[in-house]
């Protein structure tokens, strides 16, 4: 499965954004999908994770109450809706596909390309 990511962009602190996950090549049902996320001279570290049927989800506590994770297996799409930005979100977010809803990315054996999310202050 090939994964693009797209939606982000230049923002300020306390906006909102939505991040869009196109798949194909295969469905993305039977999947879980994940959202993660690298800031400069930083690992990637997890942010969202979404089970394949949707009803499973799990965030970090950084992003808790902030950010949603939604799915739409009919349209192969992934969402991630971020509000209340804070310039420490900044970073390029990818999202990935795996087996399950895990938290490391080693769990992932599908990636995105990224894109960039940048909230200035």
């Known amino acids: 499965v090939q994964l693009q990511a797209s939606g982000g962009g230049l923002v300020q602190a306390g906006d909102s954004l939505r991040l869009s996950c196109a798949a194909s090549?295969?469905?993305?049902?039977?999947?879980?999908m994940g959202w993660f996320r690298q800031a400069p001279g930083k690992e990637r570290e997890f942010v969202a994770v979404?089970?394949?049927?949707?009803?499973?989800?799990y965030y970090a506590d950084s992003v808790k109450g902030r950010f949603t994770i939604s799915r739409d297996n009919a349209k192969n799409m992934v969402y991630l809706q971020m509000n209340r930005l804070k310039p420490e979100d900044t970073a390029v977010y990818y999202c990935?596909?795996?087996?399950?809803?895990?938290?490391?990315?080693?769990?992932?054996?599908?990636w995105g390309q990224g894109t960039q999310v940048t909230v200035s202050s």
């Open positions: 990935a596909a795996g087996a399950a809803p895990g938290r490391r990315p080693q769990v992932y054996d599908h």
């Open positions: 979404i089970g394949w049927s949707g009803s499973v989800t």
């Open positions: 090549g295969r469905t993305l049902s039977g999947y879980a």
